[in-house]
């Protein structure tokens, strides 16, 4: 009666005449936890530092492009996933919903607790984590944050 849809799978449902049961924000309000994240190994975090935190700003950059100009990105969307502008239009309320405009490219305390809670549930025991500092550096991204003058207000560990 009811499934998770990516934005632009929704977009279509919305137009065949199905309901939005709860949007991307309800659902991040309701459960905080970050649905994709950056990783890279401590050797390219120690010897590719510069490489890693330009990738960032890139990052950051088309974060606040996608937000701030949405014609454009429904443009480049439809192109780049070869979709109906149209389709790419009414997905991207979606996405720039789930763009948290107080921590481009971050996450919140809450969120990133769960998402170890989560995880830890899952290897039964397996595995054990003491806090978060030792899953998470977001050194490269606060100074990429604060070089492109995007301040972090709300997120996880925002100073």
Not at 20 to 36: H, L, N
Not at 99 to 128: H, T
Request: with cysteine.
């Amino acid at each position: 009666d009811a499934i998770m849809m990516n934005p632009d799978v929704a977009a279509k449902a919305s137009a065949q005449g199905m309901h939005v049961v709860a949007s991307t924000q309800e659902v991040g309000r309701q459960v905080p936890s970050p649905q994709g994240g950056w990783a890279v190994t401590d050797s390219a975090l120690q010897g590719r530092r510069d490489i890693v935190k330009r990738w960032m700003r890139a990052t950051i950059t088309s974060l606040r492009f996608i937000r701030d100009h949405q014609p454009e990105t429904a443009a480049i969307a439809a192109k780049a996933f070869q979709m109906e502008v149209d389709v790419a239009r009414g997905a991207l309320p979606a996405v720039v919903e789930a763009i948290d405009p107080n921590d481009l490219g971050g996450f919140s305390d809450a969120g990133i607790k769960l998402e170890i809670a989560n995880d830890l549930d899952a290897v039964k025991g397996q595995a054990s984590v003491t806090g978060v500092d030792q899953l998470t550096d977001l050194g490269l991204l606060r100074q990429a944050q604060k070089e492109l003058g995007v301040p972090c207000k709300s997120g996880y560990n925002c100073t």
